[in-house]
């Protein structure tokens, strides 16, 4: 996000030149010149006739501060119009000069780059007047003095001193859509700039530390951080361990807390907040429990105000950044549309991307098939009305953004990226294309400072590039599976350990299980374990083991035994997460085939577990593997077509393993078990999926579904 002081700096810095202009021409000894007593003043002003400019339909020249340059002609005109007061100037023969012709133009006169039918070049013509003065024989003028705004001592003015035509700026027609293969290419080009740029910007030396803290020299900070870890670049081993301490240094270093001892979630600046737990939930943390401060509460307590630009905007990010509150209502999110549908905007600002960055929160939830009556049909009509047209209307000649000042400005193009990716918007449609240019044709160089949010642009085009390849909105981070979001949310669940009776001590064990079985699931760092608070877990847990069931059996309770697997897919590899207790594995639809496995069990039971595949071309493995060991083949492409499973340890007899597979031209077998085969055998069918399941013996596998094959292994030798 943009600083105060770049608020505004469209008007400031036009008024900050003339003045330094003004300043110099009084240092060099050249001051105004009053009119003479015995001499008759004619006013003067300077006419501009402005040619038009069409992009070419091809050679365009792609680079804007060449291509975008006006071309124009001048002419002195009396100001008050009639032939006598021209007819002097005319015999004087005054001209326009350059006050310091052996430096170079500064402010020449430049189009938008974005199309218009009559573009205005009143407010920047005074920058350029003001380094001009009116040469003229004042022999020939005789009585006469001509008068300007430089003569007077100010500034030139429109009209007064000046006037211009309005001339038009007009693209070449050419909209073609890229081919499917062109767009793979253009996309695949900005896959590599988001790394080259983090690379750059965020290199293997930088700590973590240093990345949350900043050093002398760089910032870092907390959205080149979420940036990174969005983009799936990891500066070096252990990194995001390492900022994850910071921020847990961070909070705790601001010593605020309550009357117990406890960490207080007031006080900090919400702003700051909002990127910290953008980033840190990016990273595979949960921003609730950062060395015991909950950044979310920080964010909806109404005790952490700021200064900064933004931070409503921001915090939406950060709250729906892993649904923290998925009950909340969205009324900022309608405000926001009906915001943008009045022309309503909470700023003066006239640049770009500010407009956007206002209005950023309601592109996740535009769907272009909203009706009316749906919750956030409202926002469909602000992106479809306002807000697409619009990023239509500020795309330039080569496919980049108008920033307000100048032609493909890096902060506009960054956060038009954003808002277009975020809404999931098609930036290959017809629209979107500028004499035949995507906003994807000209990528923008990896050195461009960003000063507060180096991270900038990458996150533009990675917002760009989740869109196209269908993946989850930049924002929206619950595409990090191995998150302690999830062991969180589980123990939260959990009942209070106080209302825990005989009567519901089983409902609690299972509650207890689910934890076990995500937090197996998961694979975490000892980073990670350290940001889940297992505080309500082992409450629950002494309380459900202190309470006695009077409807227990005598005999002993059968152990828990969670069964963990997951496979090796064509294509995808192994999956990121193990599935659990009867879940698939696999894929669904797909036509691919699995080429390994890896199984184990969770719990207190003393029990193992064994397993071979039939590989093709290979046949039934020699050896069993066990208890997370890889079955199957790696790097050969081989298809798995059979499996066995079985129970080893001193508890085997009191257990059951079932498993059954999804099979190439079979759909779902039924369910196989202790040893047995599921699959088929002489066909050459792979297997898609399958799914495990450890019960206690003599109980039944989950029902399948009708009309399934009542065979769990179909043999054709």
């Known amino acids: 996000m943009k600083n105060f002081e770049e608020l505004g700096k469209k008007t400031w810095m036009i008024a900050a030149y003339l003045l330094i202009m003004a300043?110099?021409?009084t240092m060099i000894g050249i001051?105004?010149?009053?009119?003479?007593?015995?001499?008759?003043?004619?006013?003067?002003?300077?006419?501009?006739?402005?040619?038009?400019?069409?992009?070419?339909?091809?050679?365009?020249?792609?680079?804007?501060?060449?291509?975008?340059?006006a071309t124009y002609t001048t002419k002195l005109v009396a100001t008050d119009g009639t032939k006598e007061s021209q007819a002097i100037i005319d015999k004087c023969q005054a001209r326009l000069v350059l006050m310091f012709p052996d430096n170079e133009l500064q402010n020449p006169?430049?189009?938008?780059?974005?199309?218009?039918?009559?573009?205005?070049?009143?407010?920047?013509?005074p920058s350029l007047l003001n380094q001009y003065i009116i040469e003229y024989d004042e022999a020939l003028a005789g009585n006469y003095q001509l008068a300007y705004w430089y003569e007077e001592g100010r500034l030139p003015s429109v009209d007064k001193d000046f006037e211009a035509n309005k001339p038009s700026f007009s693209n070449n027609g050419n909209t073609t859509v890229p081919s499917s293969a062109k767009q793979e290419t253009l996309i695949s080009a900005a896959e590599n700039l988001i790394q080259d740029s983090l690379e750059s910007r965020l290199p293997t030396n930088v700590s973590g530390h240093d990345a949350v803290f900043g050093t002398t020299t760089n910032t870092y900070g907390s959205w080149l951080i979420f940036t990174a870890a969005r983009a799936d670049y990891t500066p070096h081993s252990g990194f995001y361990a390492e900022c994850y301490d910071a921020f847990v240094q961070k909070y705790q270093k601001s010593n605020k807390k309550d009357a117990q001892?406890?960490?207080?979630?007031?006080?900090?600046?919400?702003?700051?907040?909002?990127?910290?737990?953008?980033?840190?939930?990016?990273?595979?943390y949960d921003a609730r429990n950062v060395g015991g401060y909950n950044l979310i509460e920080m964010l909806t307590n109404g005790k952490n105000p700021s200064d900064g630009y933004f931070v409503k905007q921001v915090s939406e990010f950060a709250i729906d950044s892993y649904n923290y509150l998925p009950d909340r209502d969205h009324d900022y999110i309608h405000e926001l549309a009906a915001n943008a549908l009045a022309g309503s905007v909470s700023h003066s600002d006239p640049l770009v991307d500010m407009?956007?960055?206002?209005?950023?929160?309601?592109?996740?939830?535009?769907?272009?098939?909203?009706?009316?009556?749906?919750?956030?049909?409202?926002?469909?009509?602000?992106?479809?009305?306002?807000?697409?047209?619009?990023?239509?209307?500020?795309?330039?000649?080569?496919g980049l953004f108008y920033s307000g000042i100048e032609y493909n400005n890096a902060w506009s193009n960054a956060q038009s990226f954003i808002m277009l990716g975020t809404g999931n918007v098609d930036i290959f449609q017809a629209e979107f294309i500028k004499n035949g240019y995507t906003m994807l044709d000209q990528l923008t160089d990896i050195n461009k400072s960003f000063s507060a949010d180096e991270g900038q642009i990458a996150r533009g085009y990675e917002a760009i590039v989740r869109a196209y390849r269908n993946q989850n909105k930049l924002f929206d981070c619950t595409d990090v599976s191995n998150s302690t979001v999830k062991v969180n949310d589980a123990i939260w669940s959990l009942p209070e350990a106080s209302a825990i009776t005989a009567a519901n001590k089983a409902a609690a064990q299972q509650g207890l299980d689910a934890v076990d079985a995500v937090l197996g699931s998961l694979d975490l760092t000892?980073?990670?374990?350290?940001?889940?608070?297992?505080?309500?877990?082992?409450?629950?847990?002494?309380?459900?083991?202190?309470t006695e069931d009077p409807t227990d059996p005598v005999e002993p309770t059968v152990p828990t035994v969670n069964c963990l697997y997951r496979t090796h897919i064509q294509?995808?590899?192994w999956e990121k997460e193990f599935k659990a207790n009867g879940k698939m594995s696999g894929t669904a639809g797909r036509s691919l085939r699995l080429e390994g496995i890896e199984v184990k069990l969770q719990g207190d039971a003393d029990l193992g577990i064994e397993y071979k595949t039939h590989i093709e071309n290979i046949g039934w493995e020699d050896a069993w593997k066990a208890n997370g060991d890889m079955s199957g083949t790696k790097g050969q492409g081989l298809r798995l077509e059979a499996i066995d499973i079985k129970l080893t340890g001193a508890d085997a007899d009191k257990f059951d393993v079932y498993y059954r597979v999804h099979a190439q031209n079979s759909g779902w077998l039924n369910w196989a078990k202790n040893g047995d085969s599921a699959g088929t055998a002489g066909f050459g069918y792979r297997l898609e999926g399958i799914k495990i399941v450890v019960v206690p013996k003599g109980e039944t596998p989950p029902a399948v579904e009708a009309g399934t094959n009542d065979l769990a292994f179909i043999n054709n030798n």
Not at 52 to 66: F, L, R
Not at 111 to 119: L, M, N, P, R
Not at 276 to 282: E, F, K, M, N, V
């Open 109 to 125: 006169l430049k189009f938008s780059g974005v199309a218009s039918e009559a573009y205005s070049f009143d407010e920047a013509i």
């Open 571 to 573: 294509n995808d590899g």
């Open 31 to 69: 001051t105004p010149v009053k009119a003479a007593a015995n001499k008759t003043v004619v006013p003067v002003k300077v006419v501009f006739n402005i040619d038009n400019k069409v992009v070419p339909a091809q050679g365009i020249n792609e680079n804007a501060d060449e291509f975008l340059k």
């Open 526 to 546: 000892a980073s990670q374990k350290s940001n889940i608070d297992m505080t309500k877990y082992n409450a629950v847990k002494a309380k459900v083991e202190a």
């Open 23 to 25: 300043m110099v021409m």
């Open 355 to 398: 407009y956007i960055m206002e209005f950023q929160p309601i592109a996740p939830f535009y769907d272009p098939n909203a009706k009316v009556g749906d919750e956030f049909y409202d926002v469909k009509q602000a992106m479809e009305t306002v807000l697409i047209p619009y990023f239509t209307r500020i795309q330039g000649y080569t």
């Open 261 to 284: 001892g406890k960490p207080l979630n007031e006080g900090f600046d919400a702003n700051e907040v909002a990127k910290d737990a953008l980033a840190i939930t990016a990273m595979g």
